[in-house]
């Protein structure tokens, strides 16, 4: 319908207060903010950082933690654009036309007569969908369970970087410790070479023990050059865990030292499924493929929207005026098959995420069965290295008191030093594996 009349300010008002409330009606998104880096942590020369501090220092300047938040913040605006159609679309549109036509004005004689004349129009619209059978709502939901899949990324993201963290933060104190064992041994076969050549000097002893005690020393500094590098390198590895590759000289705290993780298997599973993000992505994800399928039947469903507008037209001035207001029924009745072939997409693809979500519950179980079973061998194998250790440091005792004494043989202080300098990796490999080992679980449970 329409007439043509002065517009008035009332009905604009009506119109911005129509538009007003369709807005605040509208669903909001799922995660206004995120839990998130607070900012990076500036690291001091000479500071000593506990792991927890390290963590923190990796979630505020890894940029991994940078991609994963925009990609989901990206996920959040797209809540918004489907709560668009929730909003009337208001437009001013303005057209201008000329045209131009040639009239014959005489049959017989001949000759014409072109006419050239301009149209303007221009004036606003609104138009308002008022109901879709769920379409506009799918949409939204949709958004928001793929929204919510996306803050799970985030989420795993950081999990993921607590656990290189703690790999790499154990790593160092591991290689700081064969550092210090590797000392001892050069420190060892130092004074082994010295009574060497002391007994070689007096007579009581042959050259060739001083020869093999030069060996012994040459592969104990060797070994010890070997660590040093090997600890340059896992603090780099810990640098770049924390995304801080040229960070200056810092110490950290050493907390190798065995302690019991008493957990058992079952709590270790149930923590797994409540808190691992990556099954919570894929439980969201399985919910927006549901929304999608039900947007998709939606298809074989009408819409109604209705729309309003208010023009000024005509060649010339004052320009003509009115308004007009309306309502319009789409029904669908034929378009290729395309809305059934939608729906069966959509369902293939719910059952696909639905699969998804068995498959790893499945790998979650055997992860924290595989991580518990590991833990369990890393504490059995502390406890043996720790005996090993002591007996050896026992057998090297005697044997260098042996061989200071002049009844035992340079050969068995040789084997004696071998025997625990092995006996030494073994016990800090048994701490570093049982760190680590106490770290997958907590990983594979979703803990931080």
């Known amino acids: 319908m329409g007439c043509k009349e002065t517009i008035s300010l009332g009905k604009i008002t009506c119109l911005l207060f129509l538009a007003c409330l369709v807005a605040a009606a509208a669903p909001q998104p799922l995660h206004a903010q995120?839990?998130?880096?607070?900012?990076?942590?500036?690291?001091?020369?000479?500071?000593?950082?506990?792991?927890?501090?390290?963590?923190?220092?990796?979630?505020?300047?890894?940029?991994?933690?940078?991609?994963?938040?925009?990609?989901?913040?990206?996920?959040?605006?797209?809540?918004?654009?489907?709560q668009s159609n929730y909003y009337p679309q208001a437009q001013w549109q303005t057209d201008i036309n000329h045209f131009s036509s040639t009239t014959v004005q005489n049959q017989l004689v001949g000759g014409t007569r072109t006419n050239n004349f301009a149209n303007f129009e221009t004036g606003p619209s609104i138009t308002q969908n008022i109901y879709d059978f769920g379409r506009t709502s799918s949409q939204v939901n949709a958004a928001r369970f793929n929204s919510e899949a996306s803050h799970q990324g985030l989420e795993n993201v950081y999990l993921q970087i607590v656990l290189n963290v703690k790999t790499s933060y154990y790593g160092v104190l591991q290689a700081q410790r064969n550092v210090s064992a590797a000392r001892f041994m050069v420190t060892q076969a130092k004074q082994h070479l010295n009574q060497a050549q002391g007994f070689f000097e007096t007579g009581t002893a042959p050259k060739i023990d001083v020869t093999n005690a030069e060996v012994t020393l040459s592969n104990a500094q060797l070994s010890l050059i070997q660590a040093q590098n090997a600890l340059q390198i896992a603090w780099q590895n810990l640098n770049n865990a924390m995304g801080i590759p040229d960070a200056p000289e810092y110490i950290i705290e050493d907390n190798l030292a065995y302690k019991p993780y008493p957990i058992t298997f079952d709590y270790a599973l149930q923590a797994a499924y409540k808190n691992r993000p990556d099954l919570k992505s894929l439980l969201a994800t399985e919910k927006a493929s549901e929304q999608s399928l039900r947007l998709a039947k939606a298809g074989f469903d009408p819409a109604l929207s209705g729309s309003a507008g208010y023009t000024w037209s005509g060649d010339s001035l004052p320009l003509d005026h009115g308004w007009n207001v309306g309502a319009s029924v789409i029904m669908p009745i034929f378009s290729g098959f395309l809305t059934k072939k939608q729906v069966d997409e959509a369902t293939a693809n719910l059952n696909a995420s639905s699969a998804n979500v068995e498959t790893l519950k499945q790998q979650i179980y055997f992860q924290n069965k595989q991580a518990f079973l590991n833990l369990k061998q890393a504490e059995s194998s502390v406890a043996t290295a720790a005996v090993g250790l002591r007996q050896a440091k026992e057998n090297l005792d005697l044997a260098n008191g042996r061989y200071a004494a002049g009844v035992g043989s340079n050969l068995e202080v040789t084997d004696a030093l071998t025997t625990f300098s092995n006996a030494q990796t073994s016990y800090i490999n048994a701490l570093y594996s049982h760190k680590l080992a106490e770290a997958n679980l907590e990983n594979a449970m979703g803990a931080k």
């Open 34 to 82: 995120t839990r998130g880096p607070q900012g990076p942590m500036a690291i001091k020369k000479g500071s000593v950082l506990t792991l927890q501090q390290c963590q923190s220092i990796a979630l505020s300047t890894n940029p991994q933690v940078s991609a994963a938040q925009n990609t989901f913040f990206a996920a959040q605006s797209r809540i918004g654009e489907a």
